[in-house]
């Protein structure tokens, strides 16, 4: 069982940056796939951003070029580097293996980021 903790959420004016962490803990096999997925009031959770296990990286063509995934495996952390924000990416934003994401299991509570001027 992993836990995963969602963090580094705010308030930010358009434009600015906001750099999110998810930590895991609990017992672990080996480094798996992993990705950030947000979601809107009202709105499907969508997947933003991947992870390989060999670090390889994808991204929603909406976020492509301003948002940078990338993992410390050593601290079991996962980061989402965000900048030039715009108010469209405002939502709760979640992180997951893509495995467990497949099944809607093992959601944590979101970090929420709100992008407003």
């Known amino acids: 069982q992993v836990h995963l903790v969602e963090s580094g959420g705010g308030l930010v004016q358009p434009g600015g940056s906001l750099r999110l962490s998810c930590a895991a803990s609990?017992?672990?096999?080996?480094?798996?796939?992993m990705g950030w997925y947000r979601q809107a009031p009202g709105k499907q959770r969508e997947m933003v951003a991947t992870?390989?296990?060999?670090?390889?990286?994808n991204y929603a063509d909406s976020v492509k070029g301003r948002f940078t995934i990338s993992r410390v495996n050593a601290k079991r952390t996962v980061y989402l580097q965000m900048n030039s924000l715009k108010p469209e990416d405002t939502a709760a934003y979640y992180c997951?293996?893509?495995?467990?994401?497949?099944?809607?299991?093992?959601w944590g509570q979101g970090t929420q980021v709100t992008v407003s001027s």
């Open positions: 997951n293996s893509l495995v467990q994401a497949k099944d809607n299991r093992n």
């Open positions: 609990g017992s672990f096999f080996s480094i798996t796939a």
């Open positions: 992870i390989s296990s060999g670090d390889a990286t």
